[in-house]
């Protein structure tokens, strides 16, 4: 089945620790996003790209670091740098031409600061 | 710059009764709209989409939203819930231009919580 996978579900970091999540797709989609959901925050998007070896900083981009080397992987790495890591975030993916923002979304990771 | 509105963030409704919940959208250009639906600790789902055409459009499980450029608003309705419409709904924008290109981000509502009870 196609479709995008985050893993894992749930994720705890140590005080200054980089932890990375996992976000991979069989879609053949271009476009790859990263979001953050906080509750009453509704999502933010942290980075995006279009295009394999390229990627954007989104809204709030601060203490998080991603990567695009095969068209189906985008993997989000947040750093020690990011003070408030705790939130469920998201992956989605996105079909290209006039509706390239048709987003399909993963089931997300929750992580949380021990 | 686009931002996107959610003016309830939470709608308790009882099964059966209709449900409207309101979103109003800004933006210096035209835009594609979108309501995804989120059922706890799941990801989003496409609920509906306006790209073009018929500013009245639905979903397969009974939930319609209108674009009403005039008014920028992008309300959801559905004139008969059911228990498991239990969830979170989120409206989204994404800005186009004139050839029906979009820049490739969207800007999410702050959500609502539609609870449904018996």
């Known amino acids: 089945d196609g479709g995008i996978t985050q893993s894992p579900k749930y994720l705890f970091r140590k005080e200054g620790q980089n932890v990375t999540l996992s976000c991979e797709q069989n879609l053949n989609h271009d476009a790859m996003y990263w979001y953050r959901q906080d509750p009453g925050q509704g999502l933010r998007l942290i980075y995006y790209?279009?295009?394999?070896?390229?990627?954007q900083k989104g809204d709030i981009a601060e203490g998080y670091s991603v990567s695009r080397e095969k068209k189906e992987s985008f993997p989000l790495t947040v750093t020690s740098a990011q003070k408030n890591p705790t939130a469920f975030y998201l992956c989605?993916?996105?079909?290209?031409?006039?509706?390239?923002?048709?987003?399909?979304f993963g089931a997300g990771t929750r992580l949380s600061v021990l | 710059a686009q931002s996107v509105t959610q003016l309830d963030s939470q709608v308790p409704v009882f099964e059966e009764a209709p449900v409207e919940l309101r979103c109003n959208y800004s933006?210096?250009?035209?835009?594609?709209l979108f309501w995804y639906v989120q059922y706890p600790n799941q990801g989003l789902q496409l609920l509906l989409k306006?790209?073009?055409?018929?500013?009245l459009v639905e979903s397969i499980n009974g939930f319609e939203a209108e674009f009403n450029k005039s008014q920028t608003s992008f309300h959801l309705r559905k004139p008969s819930v059911h228990i498991s419409d239990t969830a979170e709904y989120f409206c989204?924008?994404?800005?186009?231009?004139?050839?029906?290109?979009?820049?490739?981000?969207?800007?999410f509502g702050q959500g609502t919580i539609l609870t449904v009870h018996p």
């Open positions: 790209s279009q295009i394999v070896n390229d990627f």
């Open positions: 933006s210096s250009v035209s835009v594609y």
């Open positions: 989204a924008v994404s800005e186009r231009d004139a050839g029906g290109t979009s820049y490739g981000k969207l800007t």
């Open positions: 989605a993916s996105s079909i290209p031409g006039v509706a390239k923002n048709i987003q399909y």
């Open positions: 306006y790209l073009s055409g018929s500013t």
